[in-house]
């Protein structure tokens, strides 16, 4: 089965990829703005596949793999400018959207597990269990304060205090104070901020 993001198959991807690609160059080499432009032509590249319908959400994330090999990145840019290499970009940039696709897929899956296996824990010890496991999917940080809620806190207050989290070793506190505590799931949080893994993996 041929590499695809998502259910979109490589034969529709090419086109845009490839033309996100030399869009991607020609920003970097007009350099319009004096602070660089890295951060904005790297998020191009993502906010582009999202309007194309590619990519459901801003899930793919260039920059670590353009950081992790630097030098090829500026190598590959120079060569087209130099010598006109665009295949050899071309090469690099499509090897890069592939790497860090297998990279988040990887990571999603392993959340994804470790938020069963929270379920399976909570379940029997508290009935809040799913809404525990829930909320903390995308945001593994919380705040033990009613007025936080709704402002990028992943876990309720209730379900902290009610003490089953803590007790399963899901959450644990990252605060000393007595009050407005901080909670912290690290195991998930582990998993969003390890380095990228660039070589090709296997997706189960």
Known sequence: MPWSIGEVPARTLLPPLAQIA?????????????????????????????????????????????????????????????????????????????????????????????????????RTAVQSADPVARQTRGQPVSHDHPGVEGSGCGIHDYPARAGAARTEGIVQQVSDAQRNRVYCAQTLLDILEEPPQLTPIEIL
Do not use: C, K, M
Request: aromatic residues 14%.
């Open 22 to 122: 030399l869009a991607h160059y020609q920003f970097e080499a007009i350099h319009p703005f004096l602070d660089g432009n890295g951060r904005a032509g790297r998020l191009l590249v993502t906010l582009f596949l999202v309007e194309r319908g590619i990519l459901p959400t801003p899930l793919l994330y260039l920059s670590a793999f353009f950081e992790a090999t630097r030098r090829d990145y500026y190598d590959g840019l120079r060569g087209v400018t130099e010598r006109g290499e665009w295949n050899t970009w071309l090469e690099y940039f499509l090897n890069g959207v592939a790497r860090q696709s297998e990279d988040a897929l990887s990571r999603a899956q392993r959340i994804n597990r470790l938020l069963a296996g929270w379920r399976r824990e909570l």
